[in-house]
């Protein structure tokens, strides 16, 4: 019947509420963007150089294909650390590390 429950009584969570008509998401401006990818770029040097050891060759392979991605794709779609992470692993195979 009509007794009272939970489900009655909880609220959506915010991903499953319903869009609201006209309402724009907030977006990261060009400038915002360029600082997260440079934040990460300079972790991705970091990482690189120092916690793993990688060539160089790796690293610019893998710095190359960061900034590359980054040209047609946002950081509010793609999170970088897992191109980040991505770019490691495929600047490595590119570069035939470890031989």
């Known amino acids: 019947?009509?007794?009272?429950?939970?489900?009655?009584?909880?609220?959506?969570?915010?991903?499953?509420?319903?869009r609201v008509e006209g309402a724009v998401p907030e977006c990261l401006t060009e400038g915002e963007e360029q600082i997260i990818q440079?934040?990460?770029?300079?972790?991705?040097?970091?990482?690189?150089?120092?916690?793993?050891?990688?060539?160089t060759s790796v690293e610019a392979t893998a710095l190359a294909y960061f900034q590359r991605f980054y040209l047609?794709?946002?950081?509010?779609?793609?999170?970088?650390k897992d191109v980040m992470l991505t770019v490691l692993w495929v600047a490595c195979k590119v570069e035939h590390y470890p031989t």
């Open 1 to 18: 019947g009509g007794g009272d429950t939970i489900g009655d009584t909880v609220e959506p969570s915010p991903g499953k509420r319903p």
């Open 38 to 55: 440079q934040y990460y770029l300079a972790s991705l040097m970091d990482k690189s150089t120092s916690t793993l050891q990688l060539p």
């Open 72 to 80: 047609h794709n946002s950081v509010m779609d793609y999170h970088p």
